[in-house]
């Protein structure tokens, strides 16, 4: 038993919770566009009880200080290094361009952060940057009986365009920046899944290890200069590393390792959507070499805990949710406290992240596709977890998914006010797992009642409640795009899955934000248990049909997973499945595979799929039988031609 038990902190008393000064750090990669979200909900939150807290983004730091006149001839250096007969195209056209690039890198850094506009007219001439194999991309667009004479991005921008036409010829020479620093620098290096593999279902934390004891890259030292100047200018006592994906978690060691080697006396905490997925079973003591804490779920309860017990008011064995390691072997202490309820977690702050700093990035002209890289973003949460929680390929064991709770519009559109005051800026992007019909109806009358303008997007469940007048009401209120999981299309897939929602209806629901005039994408999925040949090419089918009928503009294939955490990691015999045996697991344990008896090569429909969407969402070949993109033989498909047209039809 714990030495004492602390009684439940009133909100007066959380306002002088501790003296402790905490920072929290975004660590490499997330995104580039805007800040990614964790730090900001927690370091508001911290603030509110009276907390020092202050938050840095090293993620976009990392990047400005390598692609820039300071960071690239270190570059330079390591590409010259690099033997001639090893060096690829790529990296031959860097060392012979290397004095334009050093001449423009600044400039396209400073045009894609919205500092230097008018740089647009030279880049868009095509006559301004270097051009290396990124760009040769632009040849699959050209149509040489368009009206533009074979320009290969009239068709996107027209004879105008030109803001946009430029950040994508500038996003397409950073990438070709990206894939030198890979050759010539780091192989892991990635502006998202930076060394994900590392971390990424990994059994063991030796891979990780071996890594971070190797001889340190040119990144791992830009990083380790970026976090030694952070400390420096903040001092904290307590260092907070929020991991969202497992592309961040080799960074975050990173971090840690400067950190511990420099200023002992800090602890350190790691969290975030990493941790709570795939460390709930850790039990590798190596770990806390570099933390020491890790919290699982939501972050303001074991926090608030911990910073009482770093303060000498709570014994160890009194944290939430948190693993420590004690006589060389991991423990995890979860003292019953409710968690801090949705509506009182506050309003995040984005005070101490660059906002102008940040990356507007252009690199798929599908215009609703581009949202989540174009755009300084304000990303809130109508709601916690997700109200539907029954898809079975979904983690809804986890507390992100299971826990549901809301607040009011009144008090979502406070927040909404309070974020435009501080940032100065009306986009927002609700990252809910799937924003409740109801709250998202109540949300927009409050905002037409107070008159408060914003344009904003989120993920939704393409269920009926999205009647075409809801459609209208959310548009009016500054809606202009949605996304929503359209998995499988096949009907008997979707039932399996326990999605509640059909082909048809989703056509209809889908058509129905379009004819609002909201831009529609579909999360799309491909190899789930018991889906065959034919119902891969029935379901591209019934895609390129939603397409075709203006239901949805944009989407994404991705290959089914099974975790250990949804319900058919935890039933596969429900699902016509077997599941693999794991390794003994220390680290990291969230995939698992399985033997599904239909046999179907899903590596040859991914091909094929990926292919058909990419051109779905470019206009491309949406009056082709579905079979001419697989590379295999397939059956033709079953579906009607006018199956979404007769549903259309019928609503």
């Known amino acids: 038993m714990p030495a004492f038990a602390p009684a439940l902190p009133d909100q007066d008393a959380m306002s002088a919770l501790t003296a402790l000064r905490v920072l929290s750090i975004i660590p490499p990669m997330t995104q580039l566009n805007t800040p990614y979200p964790s730090t900001a909900y927690l370091t508001g939150f911290l603030r509110a009880q009276g907390v020092a807290a202050m938050q840095e983004d090293l993620a976009l730091a990392l990047v400005l200080e390598l692609f820039s006149t300071q960071g690239l001839p270190a570059i330079h250096v390591r590409a010259e290094a690099m033997p001639a007969p090893m060096r690829s195209p790529q990296l031959q056209h860097f060392l012979a361009c290397y004095p334009q690039y050093l001449a423009t890198v600044d400039r396209v850094i400073a045009f894609l952060q919205g500092r230097d506009t008018t740089l647009a007219h030279r880049i868009a001439s095509r006559g301004f940057l270097p051009e290396g194999a990124r760009f040769a991309a632009l040849d699959n667009y050209v149509d040489p009986d368009d009206p533009y004479g074979g320009d290969p991005l009239a068709w996107a921008f027209g004879a105008l365009g030109t803001y946009d036409r430029a950040r994508h010829l500038a996003t397409l020479y950073l990438n070709d920046l990206a894939d030198v620093l890979r050759e010539a620098v780091d192989p892991r290096f990635e502006f998202v899944r930076y060394a994900e593999s590392l971390a990424m279902a990994q059994p063991t934390f030796e891979p990780l290890a071996q890594a971070l004891t190797a001889v340190p890259s040119l990144v791992d030292e830009t990083l380790a200069r970026l976090v030694e100047a952070s400390v420096t200018r903040h001092r904290p006592d307590v260092l907070l590393l929020s991991v969202p994906f497992p592309g961040s978690v080799y960074a975050a060691f990173r971090i840690a390792q400067t950190v511990r080697q420099r200023w002992p006396k800090i602890r350190i905490v790691l969290g975030g959507g990493f941790v709570n997925t795939e460390l709930r079973e850790l039990r590798e003591p190596r770990v806390f070499d570099y933390f020491d804490f890790i919290t699982l779920d939501d972050g303001e309860r074991p926090l608030l805990a911990l910073l009482d017990h770093l303060d000498g008011r709570r014994a ?57 890289s174009d755009g300084r973003w304000n990303k809130l949460t109508v709601a916690h977890g997700c109200y539907w929680k029954k898809c079975s390929f979904c983690d809804v064991s986890l507390d992100y998914i299971s826990r549901y709770e809301t607040a009011s519009a009144e008090l979502l559109v406070d927040r909404i006010e309070a974020v435009i005051a501080e940032t100065g800026q009306t986009g927002f992007h609700f990252v809910d797992e799937a924003a409740p019909p109801k709250m998202l109806k109540a949300l927009a009358e409050e905002l037409l009642r107070r008159r408060v303008t914003i344009s904003w997007w989120g993920n939704v469940r393409f269920e009926k409640s999205f009647t075409p007048e809801l459609c209208r009401l959310l548009a009016e209120s500054g809606c202009i795009a949605i996304s929503g999981g359209l998995e499988v299309a096949s009907d008997r897939l979707l039932k399996l899955m326990k999605k509640g929602v059909s082909v048809d209806q989703v056509a209809r629901v889908t058509h129905a934000f379009t004819e609002a005039g909201i831009l529609v994408h579909a999360y799309l999925m491909y190899g789930f248990p018991t889906q065959t040949v034919q119902d891969t090419v029935d379901a591209l089918e019934y895609v390129r049909q939603l397409f075709e009928n203006g239901c949805i503009q944009s989407g994404f294939f991705h290959r089914f997973v099974c975790t250990v955490h949804s319900p058919v990691g935890q039933d596969p015999a429900a699902y016509g499945v077997q599941l693999r045996p794991l390794p003994d697991i220390t680290f990291a344990k969230n995939d698992v595979g399985f033997i599904d008896p239909t046999g179907t090569d899903h590596e040859a429909m991914g091909r094929a799929l990926n292919k058909a969407l990419y051109n779905y969402m470019h206009g491309i070949g949406l009056d082709l039988d579905v079979r001419q993109w697989f590379d295999v033989r397939v059956p033709k498909p079953r579906v009607a031609r006018q199956f979404i047209v007769r549903a259309l039809q019928a609503q």
């Open 316 to 372: 160890a064995g009194c944290l939430v949710r948190t693993y420590v390691r004690e006589e060389g072997q991991v423990r995890y202490y979860n003292w019953p406290e409710p968690d801090v309820p949705f509506a009182e977690v506050g309003t995040p702050t984005w005070d101490g992240l660059p906002i102008d700093r940040y990356l507007s990035l252009l690199d798929m002209l599908n215009p609703m596709h581009r949202l989540w």
